[in-house]
């Protein structure tokens, strides 16, 4: 069984990836902040090199968009400096280092998907410091794989599914952004490709062609807007009453840090050169769903 060493273990996608490891086969010590601060050097070094494992996995992160902009120090520790800290240590020990990161380090100006290879301008700290950090991977470990994702939700944690059914109760009417487009992304969905590469990886054999930078989100795009009317729409006969979702543009939502209005990744280099690909965004939100707010008892 493929030993595999978790940080971010208490977040979203952390939480998903140790809860799946078993049946993928993946023995997982998963690392919350409490047990490893991914900014204390030191400390990164010791427990990546207490073991023997198969691949680390760095799903922490801070990810607090706004907030980052007035605080960018805490920003920069986390998103650039502890991966450079994991990475250095991966490399001495001779472990694979996946690396998630984000579509923040686009600028979203462009008008088709985004690929790994185009331009890179983040509009905002959080997307800088993201940015910085994969800069840190790619310098000081070769066996790296750099994992961008975007607009993850699931069942554990803050994410935007859970926002709009708690607001949903709350409220008659909704105003959502729609002039910003992603691909909704279960943090489940990414956490298997996660351990199935982390899997690969570990059985020392990858060839130089597995590594590198890839894409990977839920398949199929729409806006903010579109997404909580689905959301909505699948909840419906779940919930006591569902809200009106108006549409309303990014200039109406101000916010202390600036959005890609294209956050759309295109997956296929991933799907190409590992043969994996996300289910359909709708598909993964149902299932998601059906875990969060399960069906109602028939009468009698």
Partial sequence: MRRVLLTGGDGQLGWEVARRAAAAGVLCRAAGRADLDIT????????????????????????????????A???????????????GACAEAGVPLLHVSTDYVFDGSKAAPYREDDPVAPLGVYGASKLAGEEAVRSLCAQHIILRTA???????????????????????????????????????????????????????????????????????????????????????????????????????????????????DCDRLARVHGLRLRPWKDALAETLNSLLPPQPLPG
Wanted: charged residues 25%; glycine residues 8%; proline residues 5%.
């Fill in 40 to 71: 204390d050097r030191d400390a990164v070094r010791r427990m990546v090199g207490e073991t023997d494992w198969s691949a680390v996995i760095n799903a922490a992160a801070y990810t607090a968009v706004d907030r980052a902009e007035t605080d």
């Fill in 73 to 87: 120090a805490a920003a920069y520790a986390v998103n650039r400096d502890g991966p450079a800290h994991l990475a």
């Fill in 151 to 265: 607009w993850v939700y699931g069942v554990h944690g803050h994410n935007f599914v859970k926002t709009m059914l708690r607001l949903g109760r709350e409220r008659d009417r909704l105003r959502v952004v729609d002039d910003q487009r992603g691909c909704p992304t279960a943090a489940g969905d990414l956490a298997d490709v996660l351990l199935t590469l982390a899997g690969r990886l570990g059985a020392g054999q990858a060839p130089e062609s597995a590594f590198g930078t890839f894409h990977a989100t839920g398949q199929g795009d729409t806006s903010w807007c579109g997404f909580a009317r689905h959301i909505f729409a699948l909840a419906e006969s779940r919930l006591e009453r569902i809200p009106a979702v108006d549409p309303i543009t990014t200039a109406d939502f101000p916010t202390p840090a600036r959005r890609p209005a294209n956050s759309v990744l």
